[in-house]
């Protein structure tokens, strides 16, 4: 077998191959063959899938300065070296089912990186830096011990396919709903209770997964026409009959578990007169819209900082009128058993809830149309 390998590695150097493969050849330390000299400088693709590999060598940069995709699925790896930041060409990373408990920060240095998978691992977190992968399409981190994801996710502009299944997460960061290019979501078999107002706004994002997240109850409204997987949702307590759709019951208190914390307010069609509070934070918003600069003319005391993050980050936006709410929601019920898609979702007590901005809107939302 070594000298197989070293046959491989010669012949890769001596006819400069752009493409390697060393899958499957019970390797417990990454080959020094590919590190002598001056490595392998034209190589772009190295596949070293299902070997015993434990960790990565600090200086393959230097030695595979041209490496474009690199292939570590099934291996022991239990830390990835700070510097794969050095990997500046680097596009595709896939270290799935490996031992990962830890991603260094240096990971958020892969400028160029567009695919990065890393199911079936051991974290219990992402770094910050993961937010500094622009032009991250594509992020698998499904069967990890992941409690949450990082709030700067959302600076992943590029991102279109997101992957969390079977994790420990309870809510999704609604900054998510500002990756305007994101096609896919799939966060099934988690701990979720509430998904964020917005999600589904986006045109873009066509495919939402939350199955199996058994305390989830409510769907925003947006989702009704995208493509949604729901089945094992809300089955911790069984459905209720009665008119849900028009004042606030068990089943909407049920629906609402989990609201952020910055809802002082739930309104329902009675209520006429919209809070002090949600009005200025909407003009503040809508100065900060359409002139950003206008803002910074405000004394810096004019807000805490909770309030200021919100006015960049509002709760969502109406689902009737877009207008974006900060304090108040007026919430409606649609069960999913009364609408079109009862016969889609059998396994299911979920509702869709649109997320207004006034009892007015309330009153003349049409979950249809």
């Keep these: 077998m070594a000298t197989e390998l070293h046959e491989t590695i010669f012949m890769a150097k001596q006819e400069r191959h752009k493409n390697l493969f060393l899958n499957y050849k019970n390797l417990n330390i990454f080959p020094v063959e590919l590190l002598k000299d001056e490595g392998l400088q034209f190589l772009e693709r190295l596949y070293m899938k299902r070997n015993s590999l434990t960790t990565l060598p600090d200086n393959l940069a230097q030695k595979l300065p041209n490496l474009i995709e690199l292939y570590l699925h099934s291996n022991n790896i239990v830390i990835i070296p700070e510097a794969i930041g050095n990997l500046a060409r680097l596009q595709s990373l896939d270290l799935s089912n490996n031992a990962l408990q830890l991603l260094c920060p240096e990971i958020g240095r892969l400028r160029s990186l567009r695919h990065l998978r890393l199911s079936n691992n051991q974290l219990k977190c992402l770094p910050p830096e993961i937010g500094d992968l622009h032009e991250l399409e594509t992020l698998d981190v499904s069967m990890n011990q992941l409690m949450s994801l990082p709030d700067r996710l959302h600076r992943c502009v590029s991102l279109q396919n997101l992957t969390a299944d079977h994790n420990l997460l309870s809510h999704v960061p609604r900054q998510l709903c500002w990756l305007h290019r994101l096609n896919q979501l799939s966060m099934a078999a988690n701990r979720l ?14 495919f939402v997964f939350v199955d199996n997240n058994v305390d989830l109850k409510g769907l925003p409204s947006y ?118 898609l009862a016969g889609v979702h059998r396994r299911t007590t979920v509702s869709f809830v649109a997320y207004c901005c006034s009892s007015h809107c309330l009153r003349t939302f049409d979950l249809q149309g």
């Design 223 to 340: 989702l009704y026409n995208k493509v949604i997987g729901c089945s094992g949702c809300g089955v911790s307590s069984p459905g209720l009959d009665g008119d849900l759709g028009e004042v606030p019951g068990e089943a909407l208190t049920e629906a609402l578990v989990g609201l952020p914390a910055e809802v002082k307010v739930v309104g329902s069609e009675s209520d006429n007169v919209v809070p002090l509070e949600e009005l200025t934070m909407r003009t503040l918003h809508r100065i900060h819209h359409h002139s950003p600069t206008d803002l910074n003319l405000l004394p810096p005391i004019t807000l805490p900082k909770s309030l200021l993050d919100l006015l960049q980050f509002p709760l969502g936006h109406c689902h009737r009128c877009s207008q974006a709410m900060f304090t108040i929601i007026y919430p409606k019920l649609f069960p999913l058993r009364d609408t079109a």
């Design 193 to 206: 209770t509430f998904l964020p107002l917005d999600l589904g706004r986006s045109r873009e994002l066509q």
